[in-house]
Nanobody
Framework: VQLQASGGGLVQAGGSLRLSCTAS??????MGWFRQAAGKEREFVAA????????LYSDSVKGRFTISRDIAKNAAYLRMNNLKPEDTAVYYC????????????????????WGQGTQVTVSS
C-alpha cells in the first residue's frame, strides 16, 4: 500500500483546508491522520474505520476537523475548519489493514503504512 497526501498550504487563522490521502493497493481497514509540528513529536489527529465509519478525534481538533473516506476511491480526507496557528504542522496520513478499536487508533505503531506528509501553515 502506498499513500499520497495532498491539499496542504498556507491559510489565515479561521480559514479552512481539505487534505486528501489516496491509497494504492489493497483497501485498508483503518485510516488516520497524524501531524508533526517543528521540534515536536508526531501526534494523532483523527482516524476512521472502514466497516462502520467509526471515527476518533484528538481533543485539540474535535469540533473543527472532520475525517471521511471514500471506499470506492480508496481515499481518506480531512476537512479542517476554523484553523488556528497551533495547527501548523506537517500532516501525515496513515493506514493499516487492522480494524482498530478506538483506544488503538491514536497509537502510531498500529499503522503499517504512511504517506509522505503535506505542510499546513496557519498564519495569525
Amino acid at each position: 500500500v502506498q499513500l499520497q497526501a495532498s491539499g496542504g498550504g498556507l491559510v489565515q487563522a479561521g480559514g479552512s483546508l481539505r487534505l486528501s490521502c489516496t491509497a494504492s493497493g489493497r483497501t485498508s481497514s483503518t485510516m488516520g491522520w497524524f501531524r508533526q509540528a517543528a521540534g515536536k513529536e508526531r501526534e494523532f489527529v483523527a482516524a476512521i474505520r472502514r466497516g462502520d465509519s467509526n471515527t476518533l478525534y484528538s481533543d485539540s481538533v474535535k469540533g473543527r476537523f472532520t475525517i471521511s473516506r471514500d471506499i470506492a476511491k480508496n481515499a481518506a480526507y480531512l476537512r479542517m475548519n476554523n484553523l488556528k496557528p497551533e495547527d501548523t504542522a506537517v500532516y501525515y496520513c496513515a493506514a493499516t489493514h487492522k480494524t482498530l478499536i478506538k483506544s488503538s487508533m491514536p497509537i502510531r505503531a498500529q499503522y503499517d503504512y504512511w504517506g509522505q506528509g503535506t505542510q499546513v501553515t496557519v498564519s495569525s
